[in-house]
């Protein structure tokens, strides 16, 4: 052997680094001319280069550079996609703050991330005023205002260092954007959970290239849903979560007109529907549900509506609602961990020859992975499961766009990447067509007389029962049975359902072999709201503090 | 600012690099029954992988490990994909050797690329044997046959390490491939080049896997000539040249059943066509004349084949008889130093309703950028120039996947990456509607008068007069113009056409400013036949010294 052949690496004297501002140049030289809408302001791509140049020269003014931390209050705007791109094209890390958490859990989170500079919507001046004392990093604040007025504010101290749009037009939007390596870290995002502290996940550019990359392969090679450059694309969820689940940044490269719906009003989402001719949206099942019962609703067409589902299960009677409507509704599935796409619930073709409730049926599972994600079902001991609709197992992946770990949180980061795969604390089976079912959250599955009972399968089983509004199913301390079911169930309007009839619709179920009948609970709690996150979330851990030792 | 937002780079804990692995394990577990045919043999997704890992174990066998090198000469067969995954994920570089190359210049390929193995095809054993004694580097060869049997050879002392099928036969398919950094280098080639010896051009894992994915992405966003997983393919550019332009590989993630044709021949080509169903292809003009001139064509059904040319410019005539008989046919642009792929004339929905003439010489340009690929037309300077369809200038790129340089060479990989973008050395015009024309390679370009006369825009010309088969026009030097063009003709029979014909043709194109009036010949000279490179391209060097001071 010569010692020439000996070279293993490529010599990267000329890299071409995956860079969140080459997608931004590429987008606006091959579609200058689409738009941006966000209530009366509309831009084209090629006045989005001008102003994200504008605001990262505005930034710079304020001490922004390589390593600063710039975070965001906003809603849905045009803003927000500004930020999307300056923000990490100068080498500086975008904060999407989660503005659904407490306002404690929002001062953690600015102080963990160490932002530097926020920009707040002026809708958000109250809670700013009552937490800006104990901001210990935050240097400046810009105001974000659809007036475009200037504004004063107390801010204990805080500098205001004026309102964005002035700021916009007074800088130059000719900012020399730094050379970064791919690696350099663009944004950070915290996730809620339901239990302890919120925990900040982060992503690189690299990692948001390949990341929309992988989403443009799959929404451009599904038989169904399939975007191309017509389609008009409106996000319903919001931007701070995890990039609005990247999409504007797919919407960009795709060259599609974008509408920014601000506050989600779900009259104000059909008119923008409607208007725009949106054809292309996401949103938690939660939204579209409030979308099908809107009065609105039933005057506006919603055929070929595009909408991919993520953020909790969709329960198949709502898909199929949806689809009777004419939309085009699909599962995704991922986690802020995971930035967030991992599966999609595309159909075969073949598929859509289905009748709606067995469409709906497959639409509501979570699909198969996107390209350059590798996902597998393990037991306890890593040993892959086998894809036969029947084992259960926690769902653990690999890609190139997960979260290394939690910001300063070494443990933390380790328990989530044990074994050198993501964890993600789903249990799922994946059915002999490669599609991925999420049955349940590790930590809610009940372990009863030695068999795993899965609480969303009896969930959804209760959900089925007519006068059933909401159900949560958790498992509750045993001493005979080590656990047992309990379920809370909200009921359409008060005495709509017994708790007899939903035992019984589960009994039968259990006849039909559709459930374990160690899955039919005990006994029916009744409530008239069920506890949620903040971001709309059943939340057990609260039933379980409370009703847990019942 | 705090300290921790000084963390500026992502750390990789938990890296999931761009691996030919990665592809291939996708493919296999998504698609396992997708059938590879060559010849009698066909084999599934799932046999391939077991096959991939008998022939690393094989190789590993023969001391081939990280960083070794493995030559392969072969035709288009299931093997060589073999060769593609196998070699690459052990850590080793795949050579794909040029076997059009003289004897002298593979010599200088196999011990320049310090080949350890050989993988040769018996029908090069003459070849193989006349060269044996100059190889400084090979251990041992592997015969690869068609009929599987072991053979014997005299190899002038180099070792016959058997046949590939009974080394396949006798190893394991568990051999457990490595875990690799994605810059790790995958793939060598020698351009043929029309001066000098051959150079090495190569590629890291990295490059291929996003090479592979910037394709899917633009063959899956096409409005026409799209890819989906019903297609069948079957390269007609031979596998050793750039990875058969890195199709194989999108076959392969896309599941496609893959045709594997062996040498070409156009009765076989096409009746693998219909046999198989095959619709999706790619191959220089030549190669598509040939199959339309075929008298087997014409009882052949065409219609429907997506067929990409490169390689050399399509006239826009071949494109209509193409389309006549209902082919696909789109032109992509690149070279031997950028994967390949870099553009593909992919036509807008619109453009879709034009005339067969008008799409024809649409389909001819070279198209848009696909994804990730940064493509500029600079001035000697770099500066970059317009994109109004008149500007022409020198084409150069930027793309996660071009070459870092040529192997060993680093004055020739400087002057191919001056001003740190790849310089083509091809002269482009940009129309308005982004598609790239290639005008003239920048060494064929004819200084006269203070002009820029593009050779190929005369040639064009000149293939439109009846009775012109081949022509190619060179510069020769002249004292008063400087230069001045000079043209060779070949006529589609001995007197089909006479120098006058041609002249006035070109007069009547001046006149109507098509061309420059500079541009128009003094003389035709004709010839029998035109000198061709090893690939098929035509000479002008060879044309050049034999006439260039004529």
């Not at 901001?135 to 604040?141: E, I, K, N, P, Y």
């Not at 509506?305 to 599935?333: M, N």
Request: charged share 25%.
């Amino acid at each position: 052997m010569d010692a020439t052949s000996r070279t293993e690496r490529t010599p990267s004297a000329y890299p071409y680094p995956l860079l969140i501002r080459h997608m931004l140049e590429r987008a606006v030289s091959d579609h200058p001319a689409s738009l941006i809408v966000y209530g009366q302001t509309c831009h084209s791509y090629r006045q989005l280069r001008e102003r994200v140049g504008r605001l990262a020269d505005a930034l710079a003014a304020l001490g922004v550079g390589r390593g600063s931390t710039v975070g965001v209050m906003d809603w849905d705007t045009n803003r927000y996609l500004e930020c999307f791109y300056a923000v990490p094209m100068m080498g500086a890390v975008l904060h999407m703050v989660n503005v659904r958490l407490s306002p404690e859990q929002i001062v953690y989170t600015i102080n963990h991330a160490a932002d530097d500079i926020l920009l707040v919507n002026v809708e958000f001046l109250p809670l700013l005023e009552r937490i800006a004392g104990q901001l210990r990093t935050v240097r400046a604040v810009v105001l974000l205002d659809d007036e475009g007025k200037a504004r004063e504010a107390d801010l204990q101290g805080l500098r205001c260092a004026g309102e964005y749009e002035a700021l916009l037009s007074a800088a130059s939007p000719d900012y020399l954007f730094p050379e970064l390596d791919e690696d350099t870290r663009a944004t950070t995002f915290y996730t809620t959970g339901t239990t302890g502290l919120p925990k900040g996940v982060f992503f690189s550019h690299r990692q948001l290239v390949l990341h929309t990359i992988a989403c443009q392969l799959a929404l451009g090679a599904a038989a169904h849903c399939r975007l191309d450059k017509r389609d008009v694309y409106m996000p319903i969820t919001p931007m701070f979560h995890v990039h609005a689940w990247g999409m504007p940044y797919v919407a960009t490269n795709l060259g599609l007109k974008q509408v920014y719906p601000g506050r989600y009003v779900p009259e104000r989402l059909l008119k923008l529907r409607t208007e725009h001719g949106v054809t292309f949206s996401h949103c938690v099942p939660t939204i579209l549900q409030m979308l099908l019962m809107s009065p609105a609703s039933a005057t506006t067409d919603l055929s070929g509506w595009k909408v991919i589902i993520g953020g909790s299960a969709l329960p198949a009677a709502l898909a199929k609602s949806a689809l009777e409507r004419g939309i085009d509704v699909v599962t995704g599935y991922g986690m802020s961990e995971t930035c967030p796409i991992l599966t999609v619930a595309f159909l075969d073709e073949d598929m859509l020859s289905w009748d709606l409730e067995a469409q709906a049926r497959q639409r509501a599972k979570t699909g198969r992975p996107i390209p350059l994600v590798q996902l597998r079902i393990v037991d306890g001991a890593m040993n892959e499961l086998p894809h036969d609709g029947k084992s259960a197992g926690e769902v653990v992946v690999r890609a190139p766009w997960l979260t290394q770990g939690y910001l300063h949180d070494p443990e933390g980061s380790e328990r989530l990447w044990r074994g050198g795969w993501l964890h993600t604390g789903d249990i799922g089976v994946i059915d002999p067509d490669g599609f991925l079912r999420i049955t349940d959250r590790l930590k809610d599955v009940i372990k009863s007389g030695g068999e795993w009972i899965s609480s969303l399968e009896i969930e959804g089983h209760i959900l089925r029962v007519p006068g059933v509004a909401e159900v949560a199913v958790i498992g509750v301390p045993d001493e005979r049975w080590g656990e047992r079911p309990l379920a809370f169930v909200v009921p359409s309007r008060p005495g709509a359902v017994s708790s007899e009839e939903i035992l019984q619709a589960l009994r039968r179920a259990a006849e039909a072999g559709e459930i374990s009948r160690y899955a039919v609970p005990d006994r029916i709690v009744f409530l008239e709201e069920i506890p949620k996150t903040s971001v709309g979330k059943i939340n057990k851990r609260a039933l379980r503090e409370r009703y847990g030792a019942a």
